[in-house]
């Protein structure tokens, strides 16, 4: 079982940055691939941006150039700093883990870019 625990949503203004944390309740360095996967408001949850176990990165088209990831396996912890960030971006932000079979989910944060 993994608890992860997402942090740093907020309001932005357009053009600003916000840095979001998800630490995970056990160390991750068996955990496979984690990711951040965003959902607005009467749309599906979509994925934003994925690492693996060994530091491969993937982005969605929409956030490439502009969001990195990157995790901290002492720390327990994957980082998403997003810049420049666009009202469009807006969206509850959710850490997901997948270690063999399974897969985990955290609470959620709201990121919220203002125009």
């Known amino acids: 079982q993994v608890q992860l625990v997402e942090s740093g949503g907020g309001l932005v203004q357009a053009g600003g940055s916000l840095r979001l944390s998800c630490t995970a309740s056990?160390?991750?360095?068996?955990?496979?691939?984690m990711g951040w996967h965003r959902q607005a408001p009467g749309k599906q949850r979509e994925l934003v941006a994925h690492?693996?176990?060994?530091?491969?990165?993937t982005y969605a088209y929409s956030v490439k150039g502009r969001f990195t990831i990157s995790r901290d396996n002492v720390k327990n912890t994957v980082y998403l700093q997003m810049n420049s960030l666009k009202s469009e971006d807006t969206a509850v932000y959710y850490c997901?883990?997948?270690?063999?079979?399974?897969?985990?989910w955290g609470q959620g944060t709201q990121v919220t870019v203002s125009s």
């Open positions: 056990r160390s991750i360095f068996d955990i496979n691939a």
């Open positions: 690492i693996t176990s060994g530091g491969s990165t």
């Open positions: 997901k883990a997948n270690r063999g079979p399974f897969e985990y």
